[in-house]
C-alpha cells in the first residue's frame, strides 16, 4: 500500500501553467540512497539542460524537480519529477529522439562522457515509479510558480459508485471555495488531477488535488477568513460520504524548465 501511496505523488505542482489548454503529467518518484544526494543533484542538472532542449523542440511543455517532505532515507522517496505534455501521445512515449537531444544539449561532449552521465543517472538515484495524470479542474491557473513554491499534495479515493459525483464536487463547488481562497491570498493555486489509466479496488488513490503557495509564510498566516455560501458549507460536511482523504504530503520547487 504504500507503493501504491506513492505512485499518487504529484505534483503536483505543475498546476500554474497554460490553465485554459489540456495538461498531461508523468511522475517520477525517485528514491536517493544516503550519501548519494550530491550524485544525485549532479544528474539532475544533467537532466536540466536535456529536457531544455526537450521544450525548445516541441517535445513537452516543462519539467520540474521536487523535493518532497518528510524526506528521510526509510521514508520513501525524496524527489518527484513532473514532466508536463500538450499530447497524451507524446506523453506515453512518441516523439522524442534522445540522441537528437543529447546532441542539441551536450553538442561538444564525447560518448565517453555521455556513458558516464548514463552510468552515474543509474549509480544516483532508484527511479521505482512512473504514473500518468491528467488535470481537469483548476483555479488561479496563471500562477507562474517559482522556485520554493509549497506544494500540498491531497490523496483521494472516490468510494465504489460516487466516481462521478466526487468528480463533480470537487470542479465546480470545491474549485468554488478555491477560487475564493486564490482571491484572498490564501494560497497560489489549486488543482485536480485524475489518474489517466484507471484504477482498481485495490490502488491507494484515484485523484490528486494539489494546493500551492507561494512560501510557507503563506501556507502558515494566510487569512481563513472567507465567507462560505450554504452549498459550499454542505459540501465540506458532506464531502466526506463520497471520498476517502487518504493522506496528505508536501513539495517544495528546486528546479524547473519552460
Known sequence: MKKLFLTFICALF??????????????ELM????????DYWETESFWEKLHQERVKKGDIIGWDLWALSPSGTSQGHQ???????????KMMGGGTDLDDIMDGAYPNMSQFEIDKKMDLTVKSRDLAVLVYFQRIATAGGDYEMPLG???????????????????????????????????????ASWGLL????????EAYASHVTVDM??????????????????????????IDDIRDLKSIAFGTLVKKVR
Open 14 to 27: 505543475t498546476l500554474g501553467i497554460m490553465a485554459q489548454e489540456p495538461l498531461y503529467l508523468t511522475i
Open 31 to 38: 528514491k536517493v540512497e544516503e550519501g548519494m544526494g550530491e
Open 79 to 89: 524527489y518527484m519529477t513532473v514532466t508536463l505534455y500538450s499530447d497524451p501521445v
Open 149 to 187: 513554491t509549497i506544494a500540498r499534495f491531497n490523496f483521494m479515493k472516490a468510494k465504489p459508485g460516487q466516481y462521478n459525483a466526487y468528480e463533480e464536487m470537487e470542479s465546480t463547488i470545491f474549485k468554488g471555495i478555491h477560487e475564493q481562497s486564490v482571491a484572498a491570498g490564501s494560497e
Open 194 to 201: 485524475r489518474s489517466m489509466l484507471g484504477y482498481g479496488t
Open 213 to 238: 503557495f507561494k512560501d510557507w509564510d503563506q501556507y502558515f498566516n494566510a487569512s481563513t477568513n472567507i465567507e462560505w455560501t450554504e452549498e459550499q458549507l454542505e459540501a465540506v460536511n458532506t
